[in-house]
């Protein structure tokens, strides 16, 4: 009995050995540490090694190596380490470990979605961290990453990919970013809010909603009405303006921007002081952002005797051709309903819809712009929704 049990064990072992003999090195693996003498890196660079015996980065062929049982013969003209004949010291599923050439090799598997890891599924979506300019960042169920910064110059969007670890409940990001660049440990995460831990600093992320897709005004510019041949009903006149504005003191909007990139809407709140100057016949609009109780300069627009005089539709931007769609649509605010003049219209490529209070000379309810003023010449919309005002 005790002979029939020890060459069971012997049998099982050596089928145990013969499997991690024959278990493929080939898929995508990241390369995580390399230990060479007293020396350690973190590149996090993926690898992957194909069956015809290529090794390559990012598409790009860096060396090519040969299986020899539990050795791995490298060669590469391009990097002097993978150079020689490594020993596989580890190989699972999840992690290969290749020791030679004075280095040690440690590579990890990405997660694979099939299995439903609760941190990786609240994870994937759109995130904003919070500070002086926002930063967004997006990762998709493809490993795609984004991230978008808000920067006062302009937006700027890095697009990589990423991948998660779970048995460190990390995620690396894999894209030329100046924050969360390369391991970022999960220190709490649910579907809402997450803290991560990166280079020793601290950042907390909200997520937010996810929007597909927005409906663009799409105006069709047979429909428009050169303003020289006029377009009667429009609600206000210069002479309003001047009596109508004075009397308010400052107003309140959102300011709604969709980004495509990152599929989300970013929310500014914007507010406006109005300065009249009767002596000199001017009207100043001076908008603010309002970020983190600090107001940043935005827009300023002048009305004066030759400054605008004849923009019909000051503060906001005279439109080259326009056509008014509805004379008393509804819009409430601060608990009153406001009839709305509602204007269709163009300046070059750009596409407006106006909401114009009919009651209240110079101040807009809504504003709707669609552009295509961008490096991808894609759509991208604005939206600006008035919240509340102040008297004088």
């Known amino acids: 009995m005790k002979q029939k049990l020890f060459i069971g064990f012997f049998i099982t072992l050596i089928m145990t050995k013969v499997q991690g003999q024959t278990k493929p090195v080939t898929g995508n693996w990241l390369l995580t540490l390399v230990e060479t003498g007293q020396k ?28 020899r049982n539990q050795d791995i013969d490298l060669n590469s003209e391009r990097f002097k380490i993978y150079n020689g004949r490594f020993l596989i010291l580890k190989l699972t599923d999840r992690q290969l470990v290749l020791g030679g050439n004075g280095a040690t090799l440690y ?12 941190a990786y599924q609240n994870l994937i979506g759109t995130w904003l961290m919070r ?55 999960i220190l709490q995460i649910n579907q809402d809010y997450m803290e991560i831990l990166n280079k020793g600093i601290k950042y907390q992320l909200e997520k937010q909603p996810t929007v597909l897709s ?27 303006l001047r009596i109508f504005v004075p009397t308010i003191k400052n107003l309140h909007y959102k300011r709604s921007a ?17 300065i009249v100057n009767e002596k000199k016949q001017t009207i100043k609009f001076l908008a603010y952002k309002e970020i983190e109780e600090e107001r940043i300069p935005f827009i300023t627009r002048i009305k004066g005797p030759l400054i605008e005089s004849y923009n019909r539709f000051f503060p906001q931007k005279e439109l080259n051709q326009y056509a008014i769609i509805d004379r008393k649509r509804p819009w409430k605010f601060e608990g009153k309903t406001y009839e709305c003049t509602v204007v269709n219209g163009i300046i ?15 101040v807009f309810a809504k504003i ?11 759509w991208e919309q604005t939206l600006l929704e008035i919240k509340s005002y102040e008297k004088n």
Do not use: C
């Open 40 to 67: 350690t890196d973190q590149p996090y660079i993926i690898n992957r090694f194909d069956a015809n015996g290529d090794i390559s980065i990012y598409g790009t062929k860096i060396a090519v190596f040969t299986r």
């Open 107 to 118: 590579y990890k598997k990405a997660y694979d979605p099939t299995q439903n890891n609760p």
């Open 131 to 185: 500070g002086t300019m926002p930063t967004y960042v997006r990762f998709e169920a493809d490993n795609k990453f984004v991230m978008l910064n808000m920067e006062e110059n302009g937006n700027v969007t890095t697009k990589g990919s990423w991948l998660f670890i779970p048995s460190e409940k990390t995620f690396v990001v894999l894209a030329d970013v100046n924050v969360l660049k390369k391991k970022d440990s």
């Open 214 to 240: 927005v409906h663009y005004l799409q105006i069709n510019e047979d429909a428009l009405t050169e303003p020289t041949v006029g377009q009667s009903g429009l609600p206000w006149t210069n002479d309003a």
């Open 258 to 274: 969709y980004h495509p990139e990152v599929k989300t809407f970013s929310q500014d709140d914007i507010s406006v002081d109005i």
């Open 348 to 362: 070059g490529d750009d596409q407006y819809q106006y909401w114009m209070i009919n009651s209240m000379p110079g």
């Open 368 to 378: 709707i712009h669609d552009t295509t003023d961008n490096p991808e010449n894609h």
